[in-house]
């Protein structure tokens, strides 16, 4: 049970107690299984989240500071002054280290203040002694020696902001030079992993593992396409399809006490999901693959065909660990995940059917998929009574019947009926939810 579920209990069983439900020794021995909470111990997320911003409006004030009369200073002083944010930042780990070593506030702001020197100085010494350099190289460095503050001080903000900085060093790299460095994204994201995991195991539904999960899904569908966009053609849709899933079933493999923006994983997943499903609907997805022309460039420079192959065998391994979490999930028992983790074995499907010319059939798919998925969405909310699945349900419907309105040369006037019958399915769906759910 977590501690927000225990907490609850303690607080219901004098009400308990009181009203003859349980006596005084069943709420002792309640208390006594579970054990006593450390309130004390508890970190104050206003107190983390105030620490982190001073120490960014600190470091953001003293570069203002030194940028007052920085062109005026000799060489030697700028460099002095841009090593001095750097050597206070380390003193400030070093007390956290010493002194706080389990205050979260202040492991997290100085980590923060020493990671925002880190950069600061690289920048300024760069700038002073004219380094030639740019900005994929300078956001590379300054991410790689800020990391270590994550693992030092156990500090989940360097984590995040590292995680940020990478997938914009995979941006930079693939809209500069297409030399396909933006493929090292995997290797570098992989450093983060072990501090993600530990934190998400110490407690998956805490906040500072909600928000390293957010961080780390919206990185990690980023860095896909960043580093894999200029690949094998059409890949994306295998890629994608196992990434989104990937992140449904590892949610779903959590226990299920809290929604909505709490479970990070389910909302990137399934919104992915749908989002993917849609635009595979389209006729432009199929188009031919370039397996042909990777074998060209095989037979021509081994070495030019290595970004092609590794975009080929990354989007192939993500649907591979989609359907071994799928299975792993329907040997459980747990059969309600099929309705949303499909995509990845459809995906796979559909895909070798566009090799040989089976786009229609690609097509039709997908279509009835989406279809299935909005009807069955819409079917779980009803028996359950959650007005999210409901409206979910209905508003995956409303998307497909939209897409296809564009693709159709129905008159005005049917279209019309049509939004105005969704409209009022819309209302006696949440008539039927409230219903049920009052029942309950």
């Given amino acids: 049970m977590s501690k927000k579920a225990i907490r609850w209990l303690y607080d219901e069983l004098p009400k308990l107690v009181e009203g003859q439900v349980l006596t005084a020794t069943d709420a002792e021995r309640l208390q006594a299984h579970y054990g006593a909470l450390d309130d004390a111990g508890r970190p104050s997320i206003g107190l983390i989240i105030c620490s982190i911003l001073g120490a960014t409006l600190i470091g953001l004030g003293i570069i203002l500071v030194f940028a007052h009369n920085w062109a005026d200073l000799s060489r030697p002083m700028r460099a002095v002054l841009s090593f001095s944010p750097l050597v206070i930042g380390q003193l400030l780990v070093g007390w956290a280290l010493l002194r706080r070593p389990d205050s979260r506030a202040w492991c997290e702001g100085a980590a923060v203040f020493l990671m925002g020197a880190v950069g600061a100085a690289i920048a300024l010494v760069g700038q002073t002694y004219h380094i030639s350099g740019d900005p994929e190289s300078f956001v590379l460095s300054w991410m790689l020696l800020g990391l270590p503050l994550a693992y030092l001080l156990r500090a989940s903000t360097p984590a995040a902001f590292y995680c940020v900085g990478i997938t914009c060093w995979a941006g930079m790299a693939h809209d500069w030079n297409g030399s396909g460095n933006q493929l090292w994204f995997w290797a570098l994201a992989a450093l983060a992993a072990p501090h993600i995991w530990q934190t998400v195991l110490r407690d998956p539904r805490s906040p500072r593992a909600v928000f390293l999960l957010w961080v780390a899904g919206l990185c990690l569908c980023l ?104 299975l792993r999930h329907v040997r459980c028992g747990r059969h309600d995940v099929l309705l949303f983790a499909a995509v990845a074995p459809l995906a796979l499907g559909c895909y070798l059917l566009a090799l040989f010319d089976g786009e229609d059939v690609s097509l039709l798919a997908f279509n009835l998929y989406l279809a299935v998925l909005g009807v069955g969405t819409l079917r779980n909310g009803l028996r359950s009574g959650q007005l999210i699945q409901v409206n979910g349900g209905l508003a995956i419907i409303t998307a497909l019947i939209t897409a296809r309105f564009f693709d159709s040369d129905l008159p005005f006037t049917i279209r019309g009926i049509l939004f105005i019958l969704i409209g009022c399915g819309f209302l006696a769906a949440n008539i039927v939810a409230k219903k049920n759910r009052g029942a309950r």
């Fill in 223 to 326: 860095g896909y396409g960043f580093s894999l966009e200029r690949g094998l053609r059409g890949g994306w849709i295998l890629g994608y399809s196992g990434l989104l899933a990937i992140f449904y079933l590892l949610d779903m493999s959590w226990p299920q006490d809290v929604s909505g923006w709490r479970r990070p994983w389910h909302v990137l997943g399934s919104l992915g999901i749908v989002v993917l499903s849609l635009l595979l609907t389209f006729e432009t997805w199929t188009r031919r693959s370039d397996w042909g022309r990777l074998v060209e460039l095989w037979d021509q420079d081994p070495w030019l065909a290595a970004p092609w192959l590794l975009h080929a065998f990354l989007s192939l391994a993500l649907v591979a660990l989609a359907l071994w979490l799928l």
